[in-house]
């Protein structure tokens, strides 16, 4: 039944983009917003927005765009995010605590319920509320909590021991903040973010600034 | 003279992916990769690997691929990641401390300078060797330092403010980790990290998995 159509890489990353926009107009007390509004705040082509707001199945009126309510309903439904799903978090860090306390994650149905260290200093200890355990106690925790999201931030040397480790108690999808590719079987779910390819992009982007500003 | 072909966004944020693998490659005593090895490991099509490195204009040998070393240096060229960028980092929390501790940054030519807050009890401390100085004295700090990019790491109602007057004391680039769509000057350079870009694609794969795990 219910089968979603399967967007592109790049647009899929975009709704959260679309979502974050369409929600601030809704608290500015609009009703409708126009997928030419979009397109200009968020500098996508015109036709690329529609595309990309397609897959959410609702249609826009003509001179008034999309009514805001059923496509924030439709973006959170697409992406499942209108379902909570528990989280726990590995290494817990600087990164960890950052994300842990990143606004939005909990509003989009990321629950974190536990985050796992080695360090004994830590151990016992909470983030944001979020309770610290000793990587010992991984296995019963991931039975005991219902988790099948573990976010790594470990130091990138122990990303693959620390996956494996995550797997065999049980976790299915696997969100990856070090910089090691990892060897996963294949019925496991895997993202990994690479925070130097933002600065990629904004490297290139200084770069194409110096010899030609004008953009005609 | 050394004018740069520009690729599209999703090919230059590939570029540290291959970067990272071509690296690792050559750890393990590689001189050369084939574009066939990066797609399999990467997950690419194999075309869009030779697309996105024939930018770097590095010929790969029939049967040996590319030559890596000079393939390394092609892309941190393209990248600009083998000129030293000064940075500071706005709002002196765990995501700064993070990032400021993330290792390969430093390797792409990013140079943390100075770390801001408002925080009192933060100015004066170090993170990471980094000092953290008041918000008052940015003005001056971004003058004598030679900086050019900022990173925000504000809570996202400070974004646009703290943009505002990161652009007055005369940085041109800015590294946004906030929530909030910045208005910038067009002059400015801007990029713009969501986090919850990559946990939107985990969840339409955790999705995708349930109905049909078989790719065929």
């Given amino acids: 039944?219910?089968?979603?159509?399967?967007?592109?890489?790049?647009?899929?990353?975009?709704?959260?983009?679309?979502?974050?926009?369409?929600?601030?107009?809704?608290?500015?007390?609009?009703?409708?917003?126009?997928?030419?509004?979009?397109?200009?705040?968020?500098?996508?082509?015109?036709?690329?927005?529609?595309?990309?707001?397609?897959i959410t199945g609702i249609i826009g009126k003509p001179k008034k765009g999309y009514p805001i309510v059923p496509l924030i309903a439709a973006i959170e439904?697409?992406?499942?995010?209108?379902?909570?799903?528990n989280a726990i978090i590995v290494g817990a860090g600087n990164l960890a605590?950052?994300?842990?306390?990143?606004p939005g994650f909990q509003s989009h149905g990321l629950n974190f319920v536990a985050a796992f260290d080695n360090d004994e200093s830590k151990i016992g200890t909470y983030i944001h509320g979020v309770p610290v355990f000793s990587m010992n106690t991984l296995n019963e925790q991931v039975k005991n909590l219902d988790?099948?999201?573990?976010?790594?931030?470990v130091p990138s040397q122990y990303a693959q021991v620390t996956a494996n480790r995550v797997i065999r108690a049980g976790i299915k999808a696997i969100w990856n903040f070090t910089n090691e590719k990892l060897n996963l079987p294949q019925e496991i779910v895997s993202q990994q973010e690479d925070l130097t390819s933002g600065y990629a992009l904004l490297?290139?982007?200084?770069?194409?600034q110096k010899p030609k500003l004008v953009k005609e």
């Fill in 1 to 54: 039944m219910d089968k979603k159509k399967i967007l592109g890489i790049p647009s899929i990353k975009r709704l959260p983009t679309y979502l974050n926009l369409i929600r601030q107009a809704q608290e500015e007390g609009y009703e409708f917003i126009s997928g030419t509004v979009i397109a200009q705040e968020l500098q996508v082509e015109p036709i690329q927005v529609r595309k990309d707001l397609a």
């Fill in 77 to 85: 439904h697409y992406l499942s995010w209108d379902n909570t799903k």
């Fill in 97 to 102: 605590t950052a994300l842990i306390g990143y």
């Fill in 147 to 153: 988790v099948t999201i573990a976010v790594l931030t």
């Fill in 203 to 208: 490297c290139v982007k200084m770069d194409a």
